[in-house]
């Protein structure tokens, strides 16, 4: 192989790269505009059916502390390690403890919701948002209210 056939192997090598790397991108931003969609949707769903909030708490990286946040909305999963606050914001609820996280509270920040939650974990369990979100809804409309359901958003 020739040096000049070298470059241009290099220079397709790259291109090839940046094109898989943009697909991925387009993807990424793809399922994100899907999974916002969704929450927005479960939101404006909770509100209108008078789904109870709840003052938000998050735990500790190790598992063992729990810290006050300023944040008000609804866990989406049974651990309380995920949440959606009022404001249509996705939280992941678990942060870095400590003595000043203890004494003033924290401030999680709010992280794009995944289409499917669980998705790459070592336990293997995963569940699609718009299932959880859908049975968060209908697990909190046992007592009065109207019981028709908006339909999720399809994607």
Do not use: C, K
């Not at 241009?8 to 991108?25: G, K, L, P, S």
């Not at 969704?38 to 789904?51: C, I, M, N, S």
């Not at 974990?121 to 409309?141: A, F, H, V």
Request: without cysteine.
């Amino acid at each position: 192989m020739s040096e000049r056939d070298g470059r241009e192997w290099r220079e397709r090598q790259r291109q090839a790269v940046r094109a898989h790397a943009d697909a991925d991108a387009r993807r990424r931003a793809a399922e994100q505009a899907e999974a916002a969609e969704l929450v927005a949707w479960f939101v404006a769903e909770a509100t209108r059916r008078g789904l109870p909030t709840t003052r938000l708490v998050a735990r500790g990286y190790d598992g063992r502390g729990r810290y006050r946040t300023r944040l008000t909305g609804w866990y989406v999963d049974r651990a309380g390690t995920r949440a959606v606050d009022v404001a249509g914001r996705f939280h992941l609820l678990t942060v870095p403890g400590g003595l000043r996280a203890r004494l003033f509270g924290v401030n999680p920040e709010p992280s794009p919701a995944p289409l499917i939650v669980g998705a790459g974990g070592r336990d293997g369990e995963s569940i699609p948002l718009r299932t959880l979100l859908s049975r968060l809804l209908n697990d909190g409309t046992d007592g009065p209210g109207p019981t028709t359901t908006a339909a999720a958003p399809r994607g």
